[in-house]
């Protein structure tokens, strides 16, 4: 498509691109399982929810785990009960079933999205690189807002902070954790003309946080023998010092994304002039 | 009767989708893009993901919309510049 | 099943500097191209280790949960080969930066090219189709951001049409994958592998259909590909180098492991399950790629551009040799990947170093070019050569292997064949009219003078390709094993995951 394509025929050829994929979409739609007919003991997340890999893997090796044209016997995995506050040394002793996946059984993907998250920053940072001049927002911000934002600022951050402690016990973590600090930064910026945020701390806390991950990893790999791998006893589900590395993980998260979208937070709002030189 | 809460809430999100994309002026289509995500995320809330639909709140309600503002005010900023 | 869990440091060891380069910023800003070169070298080190001590078919185990119900790494021999190919050429290209790379944000362009290879090496390495779309993400991102460095404007214009074009792409890849999820409940490669059959075959058409479209973005194949020549001319020489030697090869490589390890059906030749053949589409996809590549860089006149188109059309034929799916033409299709990824890096990096020292990036620039600056004309011939493939060129033999399958092959495949050996003709046109200008005419111009640092990645890139043509055998011998673990399937990929899975 170029620029002076007549407009009839880019909406022609937008129109039949969005009718295709609604008929591709209805198409599997009618052919998707019903809500009923899935078999949920089928699915990996099961075992997930029971924290029973250990027991399905063990299946899995003697040989068993498929039979039967293929479809996997997971619903034969042991079922034990998990009661809150009281089971101990669970496989995964996360309250949270999703953080128990996102950090613990599906870690390494976690690890990428915070690497993506990261490229994302610097690559928004590489682009407005330059001499910083001074923010764009120019609100004239009442004095209202001015003190009302930096109130609000140790509540939001407070907030963030209990978020991602938080994850493996409550909904949320390390993600919406981080993303709530940068709220409260992005108020400071709108609240105070002449804020400054501390690029040296920022670049220390993203840097040291996302080193720690790694590190964290590298220690499973050392301990374990396995990259990512939990190397901590998981303690007695819900408890606060529990779930063994998933807390400190998080915690790494938290840090790494708060101060990430911070600093794009920062680099956009800031006019800066370009120089090659 | 959350059903017809969940009704309500999808034919907002379905609204200001609608106004998201046909909208001329692009600020309001970015107000209208942060209270796509508002629905969705009380949605997801109903759907029983109160992880996703507290992620899908702060960044995709609260965070991205206002990135998105002050990356059109940018532009708009280099706009008037080059007319200059 | 052999577990291999150390070889998850290609992967730990690039993140937790990419991590620390910021830091090591503070220090010097030139000091992090080191800092990315030297983990980059320990990379290709341990790649080449498990290439040459034969350390496949492994798989990597993450988070002590065995497969299918954690994640994994599965290192076979298209991994192993492809892995070390990907680290070498960032290594080679990490040297070129260590003279192109001084103005600018350096230390946060260290960063993006560490990730962009390490990225690389993940799609290439990952057994999970989740971790793959995570992994598509870290190299597009990381090469968006690449390609809008640098202090020219169509920098920027080529990095937007790649990051929309990319980013619908992966959309459409995870709505396939959630299709498929929602059929199977597992994201492990090898289980859907060997389970692909029990899915209703409307919703696989259609979840294949969206994955296919979403790959054959970053494989850089026809309807999808809109964003090639403008991204590779805006970016600047180094970063079309790694786009086209190793963000291409990741995304070839990942499009055929879904093809034909997801979605193929063991035969004489692979073809898919579900109601549409997609090696065809590929197949015809390919061609259409082929043979409008090359027209398009027969009407250049600027030499990167053409490169670009050119890039594209190698990348269709890399697709044509795969898409056969007997061991010959899937060894061709290997083979020509690993030459197209030589070969292209190599002629991105002497326009570098050409158009640093003042030489034009138009085709009359290049007149006489030979009195100016012998080896840099020498090797830009090699590897013209190797592209058209001459006999003792590395490019011969992975032609030759592809025209073989297709003529084995027969039926429609000689049509394909047919317009793939007139894009050829094409191909040799333009190339030689570049040679031709480069040894004929004088030059008033005077002698360019070379700096040494970018000249060690060409020397080593044009004398690999001579070797490689004289020995095809050092390329061979992996291709050949990749080839056997591309076309079965079961033995080749599935049962080295998953041992006790039953056979269909």
């Given at each position: 498509m170029r620029n002076d394509t007549p407009i009839l025929v880019k909406k022609i050829t937008a129109l039949s691109l969005i009718t295709i994929l609604m008929v591709g979409f209805f198409w599997a739609f009618t052919e998707m399982p019903k809500g009923s007919s899935v078999n949920v003991n089928n699915r990996v997340s099961r075992l997930y929810i029971l924290k029973n890999v250990k027991a399905a893997t063990k299946s899995l090796n003697s040989g068993n785990f498929f039979a039967k044209g293929m479809k996997p016997l997971r619903s034969d995995v042991p079922y034990s009960p998990i009661t809150f506050?009281?089971?101990?040394?669970?496989e995964d002793g996360a309250a949270n079933v999703v953080t128990s996946i996102v950090v613990?059984?599906?870690g390494f993907d976690t690890l990428g999205e915070v690497t993506v998250l990261f490229l994302a920053a610097t690559g928004v940072a590489m682009l407005f690189f330059g001499k910083r001049k001074k923010n764009i927002i120019k609100a004239q911000a009442s004095l209202i807002m001015s003190v009302g934002t930096r109130i609000a600022y140790a509540v939001i951050l407070l907030f963030g902070i209990y978020i991602f402690v938080h994850g493996h016990l409550t909904p949320g973590g390390g993600f919406p954790g981080g993303a709530v600090i940068a709220s409260g930064v992005l108020g400071l910026f709108l609240g105070n003309d002449h804020y400054e945020s501390n690029h040296l701390g920022l670049k220390l806390f993203e840097s040291l946080s996302g080193m720690a991950f790694v590190i964290i990893g590298l220690t499973g790999l050392f301990s374990v023998n396995s990259f990512l791998a939990n190397f901590l006893p998981t303690g007695v589900i819900g408890d606060l010092y529990s779930a063994g590395f998933i807390a400190l993980i998080y915690i790494a998260i938290g840090m790494k994304v708060g101060a990430e979208l911070s600093a794009v937070v920062d680099s956009m709002i800031v006019d800066t002039e370009e120089e090659w030189s | 009767m959350i059903i017809y809460i969940a009704a309500l809430v999808v034919a907002v999100v379905i609204t200001t989708a609608l106004i998201a994309v046909f909208s001329k002026k692009l600020l309001s289509s970015i107000i209208a893009m942060g209270l796509v995500s508002l629905g969705v995320s009380g949605l997801f809330f109903f759907l029983q993901a109160p992880d996703v639909a507290i992620t899908e709140a702060a960044i995709g309600a609260g965070l991205s919309t206002a990135i998105f503002v002050i990356a059109l005010k940018k532009v708009k900023k280099g706009e008037s510049e080059d007319e200059e | 099943m052999s577990i291999f869990n150390n070889a998850a440091l290609l992967i730990g060891v690039p993140l937790l500097f990419a991590f620390s380069i910021p830091l090591f910023g503070l220090i010097s800003k030139q000091l992090t191209k080191w800092v990315t070169l030297l983990t980059i070298s320990f990379n290709a080190t341990f790649s080449l280790y498990i290439l040459l001590a034969h350390k496949y078919p492994s798989i990597v185990v993450m988070g002590n949960w065995l497969p299918p119900f954690g994640e994994n790494l599965y290192i076979g021999p298209v991994a192993a080969l492809l892995v070390s190919l990907i680290s070498v050429m960032g290594l080679l290209i990490a040297i070129y930066n260590l003279w192109s790379i001084k103005k600018g944000d350096v230390t946060r362009f260290s960063v993006l090219f560490l990730m962009f290879t390490a990225g690389a090496s993940g799609m290439v390495l990952t057994g999970d189709i989740f971790n793959l779309f995570i992994f598509m993400e870290i190299t597009g991102i990381s090469s968006f951001a690449l390609a809008a460095y640098g202090p020219e404007k169509r920098a920027l214009g080529g990095a937007f049409k790649f990051l929309v074009v990319s980013s619908i792409g992966s959309t459409l890849y995870l709505l396939g994958v959630t299709l498929i999820y929602t059929q199977l409940g597992t994201l492990n490669i090898a289980e859907i592998a060997a389970r692909i059959n029990q899915t209703t075959p409307g919703l696989l058409t259609f979840a294949g259909v969206l994955i296919v479209s979403g790959l054959a973005v970053e494989a850089e194949l026809f309807p999808f590909n809109g964003w090639v020549p403008d991204t590779y001319t805006g970016a600047i020489n180094g970063v079309s180098a790694a786009l086209s030697g190793i963000g291409a090869v990741s995304g070839v490589y990942a499009l055929f492991r879904i093809a034909m390890t997801v979605f193929g059906k063991d035969g004489t030749y692979v073809s898919s399950y579900g109601n549409l053949n997609f090696m065809a589409v590929i197949a015809v996809l390919a061609t259409a790629t082929v043979v409008i590549g090359e027209l398009s860089a027969l009407t250049q006149k600027n030499v990167k551009k053409m490169l670009a188109y050119s890039s594209m059309a190698q990348m269709g034929l890399v697709a044509v040799g795969l898409s056969i799916g007997n061991e010959l033409g899937v060894y061709g299709g290997i083979f020509q990947l690993v030459n197209h990824s030589i070969a292209k890096t190599m002629m991105f990096l002497i326009l570098g170093v050409l158009v640093a020292s003042g030489v034009g990036e138009n085709i009359d620039d290049f007149r006489g070019l030979w009195k100016r600056s012998p080896f840099l004309s020498l090797a830009f011939s090699v590897g013209a050569f190797s592209m058209l493939g001459f006999p003792l060129f590395g490019g011969f033999w992975s032609k030759f292997a592809i025209v073989g399958a297709s003529i084995q092959r027969g039926g429609w495949y000689d049509f394909i064949i047919g317009l793939v050996l007139f894009a050829s003709i094409v191909e040799a046109f333009y190339y030689l009219r570049i040679v031709g200008y480069m040894f004929s005419s004088d030059s008033k111009f005077p002698k360019l003078k070379t700096p040494w640092t970018p000249t060690i990645p060409i020397f080593i890139l044009a004398v690999s390709i001579i070797a490689i043509g004289v020995?095809?055998?050092?390329?061979g011998t992996f291709s050949a094993q990749a080839a056997s673990e591309f076309t079965h399937k079961m033995s080749g990929y599935v049962l080295n995951v998953i041992p006790t899975i039953a056979a269909h």
């Open positions: 506050g009281k089971s101990a040394n669970l613990d059984y599906r | - | 020995f095809p055998q050092i390329v």
